[in-house]
C-alpha cells in the first residue's frame, strides 16, 4: 500500500460517502486512493473519462472540491498477521481499543510495534510453495499460529531468520523467485478483500459444524464449511443466537462482525466477549475471536467493506489449515449500505429500492465458505452464518428471499416463538438444512446409523401439529379422535422437551452430541410406547397424567452432561409407567369380559 504514483487529482463533486475526482493520470478500477490532508481511505468504483467515482470509508465532513486524492497502486486491502486473533477491529481491520473506540481517521495501517515469538519452519535452500507456511508464531495470549507464504508467491529460500522476537512488519524470509526476482516475506501480508484467497480445491461437505443446539445439530444441521443464514425480525433472537454459537460452536477461528447493529448491542458484545471463558478449554473465548465492529453510526461505506474484510480474515486462517466459523450480524444492513451508496451512485434501484446487482453481491460473500484442500495441502474450512433481518419480520423481501437461494441451512426465526419466549424461536416448518445427506455419517460415527429417520418422524409430527392445530381451532381440541389429540401430545414432547433450549441456562445452553442423542431416543422410544397404548384403546389424557411425561419435558434442563447415565434410569421409569400402564388396562379388559 505504498507506492503512491504520482497524480493530479482533485476531488470536484462530493456527497456524504461518493465523491468524484477529476484526474489526466487515471485511477484503475477498485484501486484504493487516499484523500485530502488527512489521506481518508477511498476506493475508485466508477471510471468515466476522466472523472472517477470514489466511496470514501470514513467520515468525509470537511471535505471540500478541490481537495487532493492520490492513488495507491493496489486495490483496497487488508494486512493479515499474527496480531488479528484476540483483537477488536473496525470494517478495514483497523485496531479500535478494548472500549471499542474510534480510530483516528486516516491511514494510520500499521502503526503497532508489538513483538512476536517466531520459530521459522524451514531451511535455506529449501523451496517454499504458494501459500506454505514458513514458520509459526507463538503468543501467550492466542492460539498458535502459522506465518503464511502470500499465496501469489513462492521461490527459493535464500535466508530465514533465527528463531526469536520480532515484530509483524520485520523481514524474516528472503525468496529467490527466479525472473521474478527476490521477494521479503514477514509475519503479515497484505491480501485484496474483495478477491477470494486460492485454494487447490474445494471438497465436499463432510461434518457438522457442530454448536450444541440441538434443533440446529439433530435437525438442521450446518455443515463444517457450508453456509448459513438466520432471518428473524426484530427481537427474534439472532444476535442471542449468534452469540451462543460462537461460544459453543467447534470452530478454531470465530471472526465474529458486527455489521450496522445498533452501537449499544455491538457494545454487548465488545463488552462480554473479551471476558468469557472458552467453555471448552476454560482459556479465554477471545483468544481465538477476531471481531470486527461496525456500528450504524459508524460510515456506511466501511460497513460495505466490513463483510468482505471479515471473509478474507476467515479464508487466512482457513489455509493455516483450521476450522472457522464467521458470524454476521447483520447482512441486511449491509445490504442496506449497498443501497445507500447505490442511490448516491444515481444507479436505478431494483427490488425495494436495492440494486440490480444485491444478488450477485450475496453470491460473492456466501460463495467464499467452504470445506477446502489449501494450497499448501491441509484440510481447512470456512463457514459462514449470517442473520438476516428483514423489515416488519417479511421473509418475500430482497434480501432473505435472495439469502435463501445462496445458503444450505435455512434457520427461520419466528416472531410468534420469541412472544412465547420459546428459544431457540427457530421455525422447524420454515427452516431447512441441505446437509442432512452429508451428516448421516456424523451420527453413525456416534453410534445413531437411524438419526435420519428419527429427524424425519419429528418432522412429520410437526407438520401434523400445524395441520390439527387449525383443525382444533374450529372443533375444539377434545374433539379431535384419540390418534389426533396423540400427535398433538407428542410433538408437544418434541417442542418442549427438545426444541427449546436457554441459551442462558447453566445445565442446557451446551448438548453434546451423546445427550442430543439419548434425548431423541427417549422421546422415540415415548412415541412407540405411547402409539401402542392408543392402540390398546387407552385414553390419551391418561398418559397424558403419566408423572413421567412432567421428567421428560424437563430432562434438558435437570439432567445435563455430567450424568448422560440419568438417561437410562429415566428410559427405566418410562417403561415401567407404560407397563403397568397397559397391564392395568389389560386387567380392566379382562374383568370387563368376566
Ligand atoms: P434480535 O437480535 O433478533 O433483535 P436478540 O438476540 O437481541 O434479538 O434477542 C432478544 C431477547 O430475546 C434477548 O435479550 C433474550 O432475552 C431473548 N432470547 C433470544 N434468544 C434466546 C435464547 N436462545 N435463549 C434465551 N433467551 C433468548
Ligand atoms: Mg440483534
Redesign the pocket.
Known sequence: MSDTRQSDAVISWISGPVLHATTSVPFHLNEAVKVGHQQLLGEVIRINGDESVIQVYEDTTGLRPGDSVSATGSPLSVKLGPGLLGNIFDGLLRPLNTQGRYVKPGLGLDGSDKKYAFSPLIKKGDLLTRGSPFGSVHRADARPQRCMTPPNCDGRVVSIRQAGEYGEDEVLCTLDCGDRGTHELSMGHYWPVRQPRPVLHRRPIQGPLFTGQRIIDSIFPIGCGGRAAMP?????????????LAKWCDADVIIYVGCG?RGN?MAGVLHDFPSLEDPRTGRPLMERTVIIANTSNMPVAAREASIYTAVTVGEYFRDMGLRVALMA??TSRWAEALREISGRLGELPGEAGYPAYLSSRQADFYERAAHVRTLSGNVGSLTIIG?V?PPSADFSEPVTTHTKRYVHCFLG?DPGR?QA?F???IHPLQSYSHDVEALVHFWSQHGYPNWERERQRFLAFLEEQARLERMARIIGKDALPPRQQHVLLCAELINEAFLR????SEVDRYCSAERQIAMMQMINRFIRLSEHAIEMNIGVESITALPVIRKLMRMGEEIGENDLDKYNDLRVELDDAFSQLTHSSKLEDETDEG
Do not use: I, M, N, W
Not at 501 to 504: D, G, K, L, P, V
Open positions: 428473524g425480525g426484530f427481537g427474534t433472537g439472532k444476535t442471542v443466537l449468534q452469540e451462543t447493529e448491542e450480524d447483520s442473520a433481518s426465526l420469541a419466549r428459544y431457540p424461536a433450549q436457554s441459551a442462558f
